[in-house]
């Protein structure tokens, strides 16, 4: 079976810093696109960022400069690392993953259950 299981969120004040991160485990051959979601209190959950197996990222207009998601394919991990936090970064923020799990295998979606973040003085 495979988890993706989120860390990190917790408490922050606007303009701190905080690193999120998402370990998948189980049966994994491989990973392809890795990504954060988000959603915030009474809004549609959005992407936050993403990234290839390869490194390309992208970001969503609202975090560029700000966040930057990296990963460890050794480990089969994401991170996000959130910097000058702002109140409407306020959100349940979920960690996406098209895994293959065998070589004759197509990919398929998973989510983890997310882990809140919270800007707030």
């Known amino acids: 079976q495979v988890q993706l299981v989120e860390s990190g969120g917790g408490l922050v004040q606007p303009g701190g810093s905080l690193r999120l991160s998402c370990a998948a485990s189980?049966?994994?051959?491989?990973?392809?696109?890795m990504a954060w979601y988000r959603q915030a209190p009474g809004k549609e959950r959005e992407l936050a960022a993403a990234?290839?197996?390869?490194?390309?990222?992208n970001y969503v207009d609202s975090v560029k400069g700000r966040f930057t998601i990296s990963r460890d394919n050794a480990k089969n991990t994401m991170y996000l690392q959130m910097s000058s936090l702002k109140p409407e970064d306020t959100a349940v923020y979920y960690c996406?993953?098209?895994?293959?799990?065998?070589?004759?295998?197509?990919?398929?979606?998973?989510w983890g259950k997310g882990t809140l973040v919270t800007v707030s003085s």
């Open positions: 990234i290839t197996s390869g490194g390309s990222t």
């Open positions: 996406n993953a098209d895994i293959i799990r065998t070589l004759w295998g197509g990919a398929m979606d998973y």
């Open positions: 189980g049966s994994i051959f491989s990973i392809n696109t």
